[in-house]
């Protein structure tokens, strides 16, 4: 037997923090794009996004991620009203703690080890497991029911990114030790050596794009919804 689906007031949806959270993750987007073309000495197949930081427009890097961590925190201060559910409230938590480490990200560059690290750790992370718990939760409810499937599967592609970034750092790894005999380089090389298959850059920008496309399609749903409702 199903659940009843929740009542909600679409009408407490926050226009402002919605329309800052769609326009600060377009934003993070247009401002990535822009490193590609700004910083073309960063081959974006093998070399990840925050390298970006070595390069001279570390300050333009700096300002996607705290865009990036703005754009979450409108995102969770929007959804606040429509998150009635247990899993819903632990997503929304966990919107802020991702929000936190995508803005830890514009202090803590990558020179910055261990303050990176844990920025990449709250950010990665925390955002895959709250885009599940939130979307499960807002398809819970009447408003959302309609948009469920499309927000799971947006969610989805969060976590699958992130596991795509793990599994090729891991092969071109295992690539670089084998075609250096079993050393790995101590300073990214200016190519890669033959035999060597990067994928870890593109699979790096994966993650931001894939979660920009679920906050940007959720702040639009809310958006709608909103207005439907006035």
């Known amino acids: ?18 329309w800052a ?24 197949s093998w070399r990840v996004i925050s390298e970006y930081a070595l390069g001279h427009y570390g300050w333009m890097l700096s300002l996607m991620f705290l865009a990036w961590g703005l754009s979450t925190w409108a995102l969770a201060w ?12 632990v997503g929304l938590g966990l919107l802020l703690v991702a929000g936190l480490g995508e803005a830890m990200a514009s202090v803590f560059d990558v020179t910055h080890e261990v303050g990176h690290g844990i920025a ?18 807002l398809g819970r409810t009447h408003a959302w029911s309609a948009v469920k499937r499309p927000l799971l599967w947006l969610a989805h592609l969060t976590w699958v990114s992130v596991v795509l970034l793990v599994l090729t750092l891991v092969l071109m790894t295992v690539e670089f030790a084998h075609a250096n005999g079993g050393k790995l380089p101590q300073h990214a090389p200016k190519s890669l050596p ?11 920008r994966l993650i931001v794009v894939s979660n920009c496309l679920w906050a940007g399609v959720v702040a639009w749903q809310a958006l709608k919804l909103r207005r439907k409702n006035s």
């Open 1 to 18: 037997m199903k659940e009843p689906l929740l009542v909600i007031d679409t009408e407490k949806i926050s226009v402002p923090a919605t």
């Open 21 to 44: 959270s769609l326009a600060l993750t377009v934003a993070t987007i247009v401002l990535l794009a822009a490193l590609h073309i700004l910083s073309p000495e960063f081959d974006p």
């Open 78 to 89: 929007a959804l606040r009203s429509q998150l009635k559910t247990k899993a819903g409230k």
């Open 120 to 137: 990449g750790l709250l950010g990665v992370v925390g955002l895959p497991i709250a885009a599940l718990l939130v979307s499960v939760s």
């Open 194 to 204: 033959a035999g060597v298959i990067g994928l870890d850059g593109w699979a790096d």
